[in-house]
């Protein structure tokens, strides 16, 4: 009996030595195809924000392409190019807008992966973007506007005054807080600087504010708090972040608050703003229309935004997000989920326009913005 | 709680003669790790957590130097993810609460009025509910703003949290067992009553996750409870 006791005892102890845990796939430099996949697949499950709304049955992936990897030749091109083809059928479902793939190995550099531009290019109304810029320029006061371009990002910035009435705004891109903040002068600096003058300095016949990002891809995401924060003297909640916690793929943070907050000597405008945004609008731009949104006096209009919503950061402040396999390839993710304060997430369906005026592009070839005359309309 | 109660019963019912049926209750401090593998996990460490636990508490004399021991514990089962270096200050911390019923075996040797007694046996154990707390980067809050050499630096604003964990019918295995060791010193007093101290290591079998994605890391409890408590007898079958 005491030695059954014994034995019991023994055999308990012994389990608090023992564990068996499997270890991550952490990979650096591949040496086969296999294992590519499995430190792909492995990352994705850690790094990927969506998995709790994705459809993608990423287990399934697993089961169906891991041994179609396994017979591929790392040193072979042909092998290679297929690998690609792989990652592109595999990749398709996935609802994060920001995804995309570029590879990084000689033997396949230059090939590319977007599933959502993909998947857009297919949808009735894509259409490529239209700088809109000149054809603006057309509306303004000829002797109130500033127009400013960065060539060297591609960056162009237009503000003025239509009709004695309206304050304009358009960025093709968002780099302003760089260039505005920049010791060197520039165009970019000098548009931003008529416009928040414009802006502190409202007078009674300014019946209200366009902001035009139709065609803007996002950029710097402190240009958020930078821009809108001009626009608001108190805190300005438009919505909530997630991320991971862990690494199953159904750990997440909770949800915490999206604030902007106010810039020195920002203002609270409370006459009417527009902002006309396009389905070519994504990233930091829908996050924009999302907060003015959020401010009682916007209204939208155009079409739904690309649906890009996850903010980007470097992987290191999460733990998810972008991330590398070395000599191979670089996957390009969100680092959070975000939802705006209507409590929708509006990644890959892309925000609505509470008054939807498509591209037009025969109006356009008249010299004829049929949008920015929407926004007109309804402020005169 | 059903299985509370039929251990209650058998013991109840199947009384031998020199049986001696102890009832009580404790209290105590647990802590808590969470067996895991995040190596891949940049600049954070696994830490374990103190939690509280007690409840109330069954010892039944067998026979000669052996007794059973049962009961019903609340404990919590703790840990946190804690970041370092430039991330310092960043955590996730899990309180977790579980119901708990050990069926143990326990060998006594006596020394005057003090028992010392092995431990061995099973426990099962409910996951009741959980807070999750902690301090994240909030890069939609987050400002860049230019230092005085004109470079750009990111402020990173770090948001807190604290709210009830939500729980996943298809993520969350709220059922958990267990081997379960450890010592109790008994303080026998007077009217056969006795004060006890106990430490306790709880080893979990079972994941507290579902097996809902394939090459999934486990995540296990590792758990010592230490508790001070009072058993006085309910029933002495001497003849």
Redesign the interface.
Known sequence: ??KT?LL??L???A??FT??????T?LNTPTSFSEIFEAY??SM??NYVYWDIDTTD??EI??KYQPAFAKLDITNQTDAITSVEYFRELTQGLIDSHYHISFTNTLISGYFINPSVTRKQKLPGFHYPYSYYQLVLEYLDKTDNSFGQYKTEQLTVLSGIIDNKILYFGCSKFKL??LY?S?SENDVKTTLQYFFNKLANLNETVKGIIIDVRGNSGG???D???FVGHFINTPLHF?F?Q?K??????DF??W??????PENGGTDITIPIIVLADNLSASLSE?LVMAFKAKYNCTVIGENTAGATG?L?Q?????DGQFDIENYMHVQTS??K?KHLDGIIYENIGFPPDIYVPYNPNAINRRKDSQLEKAISLIK | MKFLLIIFYVLLISQPCNSQLFIGANAGTTFNYL??????????VNEPKYGYCGGLNVKYHLTGS?NLASGVLYAQKNYS?VRTNN?AGIF?TTTSSYLQIPVL?Q?QASIKTIEIC?N??VYGAYWLYAY?S?V?????????R?DNN?E?F?K?TL?Q?S?KYQF?Y??DNRLEYG???GVTVNFNMKNNAKLFCDIA?M?S?TDT?KQ?????????N?TIGLSLGYLMQLHNGKK
């Open positions: 009996m005491h006791i019991l005892l055999l308990t102890f389990s608090v564990s068996c845990e499997k270890e991550s952490t697949w492995n499950n850690t990423w287990d697993y089961y807080y760089s903040s010791a710097d995401l402190e958020l708090n930078f919505g972040t991320a916690s862990g690494n199953g793929r159904l943070t909770p915490v608050k999206a604030v902007i907050n996050l903010p950061t992987t290191k402040v999460y733990n680092s959070c975000f | 067996n895991t593998n995040i190596t891949n996990r940049t600049y954070t052996f993810f991330y996730h075996i060998l092995l061995a046996g999750t902690g994240m980067p909030n890069i939609l809050n987050s400002t860049n230019v004109g750009i990111q990173l948001t949290y709210e996943s298809k993520r081997l379960q060791t290591y080893h079998l996750q809902y994605m394939a090459n999934q890391t486990r995540k296990t590792q």
